[in-house]
């Protein structure tokens, strides 16, 4: 039965996640598709140059904006250095903000998933005495005994 509810935990999990998470990969595309076109019109006639496609251009700005920085397409203008400055420093600001709510929400909902599986986790087996549940399922009284074998009530 745990595994069961592990598995349910793990798709209402995924399910309070899920919109953040697009959210941010639809914003990062956006950015990919904006920075990558905008690279390659400034790019496209300059001498030795290898944006020679929108494509190339895209790719560059994936590397540019998860700061992984290959080194395989860079900017030889000064009009495309000072726009891959903006990307990188863009780039670490998109990828900030954005962060900070996901992990929050990730967090909330993690907590809010950890709280039913304690009581059915740790819950009525474990006491001998047995549990007496509220209206909200959080228990009320726990009665068991504690490692001496004394009777103990817990509020």
């Known amino acids: 039965s745990s595994g069961i509810n592990a598995k349910c935990g793990k798709q209402w999990y995924q399910r309070r996640v899920r919109g953040e998470l697009l959210l941010l990969v639809v914003m990062w595309a956006m950015g990919v598709v904006t920075f990558g076109s905008i ?3 400034i790019e496209e006639d300059q001498p030795g140059s290898e944006f020679n496609s929108i494509l190339k ?3 560059w700005a994936v590397v540019t904006m998860s700061t992984v920085g290959y080194g395989d397409l860079y900017p030889t203008s000064v009009p495309g250095k000072l726009v891959g400055s903006v990307v ?4 670490m600001v998109f990828m900030a903000l954005p962060m900070t709510i996901i992990v929050s929400k990730f967090s909330r909902a993690y907590e809010e998933m950890k709280e039913p ?3 059915v986790g740790g819950g009525l087996d ?3 005495g047995g ?5 909200n399922g959080k228990p009320d009284v726990e009665t068991g005994q504690d490692a001496k074998g004394r009777n103990s009530t817990t509020l």
Request: charged letters at 5%; a negative charge; one cysteine or more.
């Open 39 to 41: 690279m390659y019109y």
């Open 131 to 135: 549990s007496q549940l509220s209206v």
């Open 88 to 91: 990188v420093f863009l780039s």
């Open 57 to 59: 251009a895209c790719w």
């Open 126 to 128: 474990d006491h001998q």
């Open 117 to 119: 599986n304690q009581m």
